[in-house]
């Protein structure tokens, strides 16, 4: 949970192409939020037990290493239960029923609108008052 | 020579058919011609012989009957006529009268034994008696002819036989010829027939696989869909077909492709199934490499769409005009379009690095010695591949536009090296610009820098610097060699 509601979210960004990676923060860092970013979500592990201010996970889904993005997403889940998920793929129909609850997927490649348009909903579910348990 | 067989026509008349005419030789006396107008006259056909060579030669052509006198038994040609009875086939067994010479109970044991010779003889007294004779020829050539029924159905049968046996012989010849295996199964299933191509295959003893013993041969993942499959189609009549892996000899299962069909009799009940194997192992390994392939190509489009999707969003959120980023996207799209040939040309996953950098700084290459290049030729991986082009893409521009090579007397040195360190090799690149314009750092970052500095450092795992030395803009890249092939 972010303590100081001034201070912007900071979004873990987890793609292993760099170039889309350099991408990505640029969009996430426009739409004005902090960035932290990881090459494999075996890197995103690592960031996330270094840092607690992540509010939230941007992931790409086919990546080396020993877990996927999808399976990143679900062990995020269920150990940062607050943090929110948003999944980028260049699979179409992603199967629904392999997503964590609540998580919310772009298609790959993505326009800049779109993302920061998702991310400023997300960060309005942030400031919310917390509705799960 | 006359071919009618008119039994009427009788005496004398060899044409007609041996096998129902009476052959008579009584060379002395008139009962030759006796007889044979007596033959003639109840219209059965007959020939007068003169000896006992000639008679064998009839026997040999199997005469219907003969009628002899006792004392023509004797003489030259008995022989003859001995040996001919001797190896008549063994249905056959010539019916012979003889008639008597003088009174029958006064025969010595010579002349009896001269009798036992012809096998089947019946004894006449003499004088002959017309209707005695007669009745005794038509009997003879009653009995004769059951014996060549005997023989036509005999020689049919075997004839059967023998057609039955070609047949077999054909069919096994057939069905152990082609490369299919091929079975066949009583109407419940009942397994009792594999060609040879079968047991060549799975290397399993004849008959160890009749009955139900076939499922055994499956992969075990496999054995409970073809036992279902098989099932359905013996409850349904309805052809078999299933894909399977089978148990090769080897101890390697091979995929199959299973087929079977029913034969059924007029009344539409199946009488029989029959199936066959084939080996498609080789196709459906095909068909997953080409599966495996356009999954590749299919992720490699899409990457490349990605990757053209972030160059373009880039280039237009720093471009000075809309003309300048045009000409950018332009020129960064050839590039990687060439960056792509290259892999293609490759094997699709590695290349070498010296033909990477030879390519991408072809298109700057001026004429003169503008570049130095050296450096040892080492694997580099698709990606690597593709960053590397793009970074020196980047550098060759900015070169041509506000560096070395934007002045005649500019050149650039690119160098690379594997340094070793204990077991820690490290991969060192270098480009350094000379004898250019004074550099300056740029007011902004652009695409290129950017590019260079963050995303190519990602895709070696390693570190990149761009120096704005005044003398010579200069760019390092160090990473551990074996970032130079990660995946």
Redesign the interface.
């Known amino acids: 949970m972010t303590v100081n509601t001034r201070k912007p979210p900071a979004v873990l960004i987890v793609e292993d192409?760099?170039?889309?990676?350099?991408?990505a923060i640029?969009i996430v860092e426009d739409a004005g939020f902090r960035t932290y970013e990881a090459?494999s979500a075996d890197a995103a592990l690592l960031v996330m037990e270094r840092v607690d201010d992540i509010a939230i996970l941007f992931t790409d889904v086919?990546m080396?290493g020993s877990m996927n993005g999808l399976e990143l997403a679900a062990h995020v889940r269920n150990t940062r239960p607050s943090v929110k998920i948003l999944i980028t793929s260049?699979i179409f129909n992603v199967d629904q029923s392999s997503l964590p609850n609540g998580a919310v997927v772009i298609q790959?490649?993505y326009a800049?609108g779109h993302v920061t348009r998702k991310l400023q909903e997300i960060a309005a579910e942030l400031d919310a008052p917390c509705d799960q348990d | 020579m006359s071919t009618s067989s008119d039994h009427l026509d009788g005496g004398g008349d060899t044409s007609a058919d041996v096998s129902t005419s009476v052959a008579v030789l009584a060379p002395k006396g008139r009962d030759a011609s006796v007889a044979v107008q007596v033959f003639a006259k109840a219209g059965i056909p007959s020939q007068s012989v003169p000896n006992l060579q000639a008679l064998a030669d009839l026997i040999e052509r199997q005469i219907g009957a003969i009628l002899i006198t006792e004392e023509a038994l004797s003489g030259p040609g008995a022989d003859a006529v001995a040996q001919a009875i001797a190896s008549q086939p063994s249905w056959s067994d010539v019916p012979f009268i003889v008639l008597a010479n003088g009174t029958i109970a006064r025969r010595s044991d010579h002349a009896a034994s001269k009798m036992d010779v012809l096998r089947n003889a019946v004894l006449l007294s003499r004088p002959l008696h017309a209707e005695e004779l007669t009745r005794a020829i038509r009997s003879a050539l009653t009995a004769r002819c059951r014996q060549y029924t005997a023989r036509d159905q005999m020689e049919e049968l075997q004839l059967r036989e023998r057609q039955l046996y070609e047949s077999e012989a054909k069919f096994h010849a057939i069905a152990n010829s082609v490369d299919q295996m091929i079975w066949s199964t009583l109407p419940d299933g009942f397994h009792d027939y594999y060609n040879d191509r079968w047991y060549a295959f799975t290397g399993v003893p004849p008959g160890s696989t009749d009955g139900a013993g076939w499922n055994g041969m499956f992969h075990p993942d496999d054995q409970e869909r073809a036992w279902q499959r098989w099932d359905r189609s013996l409850k349904t009549g309805e052809p078999y077909e299933i894909e399977y892996r089978l148990r090769h000899r080897s101890g390697e299962y091979r995929w199959v492709l299973g087929r079977a069909q029913p034969v059924r009799d007029k009344d539409g009940t199946i009488m029989r199934w029959y199936g066959t194997c084939t080996d498609i192992h080789e196709i459906k390994m095909a068909e997953e490499q080409r599966q495996l392939m356009l999954g590749e190509m299919n992720h490699r489009v899409k990457n490349t769409l990605a990757m053209v999707n972030v160059m373009v969003s880039q280039t237009l959120r720093r471009a000075d005009s809309l003309e300048d980023a045009q000409l950018s996207i332009q020129s960064r799209i050839g590039m990687m379009a060439q960056a792509h040939d290259q892999l293609i040309n490759a094997t699709w996953t590695e290349t070498h690095i010296r033909e990477v950098i030879d390519a991408a700084l072809a298109p700057h290459r001026t004429g003169e010695k503008r570049f130095e290049i050296e450096g040892p030729d080492i694997p580099i991986g698709s990606k690597q591949a593709l960053g590397l082009t793009m970074a020196l893409h980047e550098l060759s521009t900015n070169a041509s536009k506000y560096g070395a090579l934007s002045v005649q007397q500019g050149k650039v040195c690119v160098t690379w090296s594997v340094e070793s360190h204990n077991d820690d090799n490290t991969f060192r690149f270098h480009w350094v610009e000379r004898d250019g314009p004074t550099v300056a750092p740029p007011l902004r970052r652009g695409f290129g820098s950017r590019m260079i500095e963050q995303a190519l450092a990602g895709y070696f795992n390693g570190r990149a610097e761009l120096l704005y030395d005044p003398a010579g803009l200069s760019f390092d890249l160090t990473a551990p060699l074996t970032g130079l092939t990660l995946q």
């Open positions: 192409e760099p170039l889309i990676r350099m991408d640029d090459a086919d080396p260049g790959k490649p800049m």
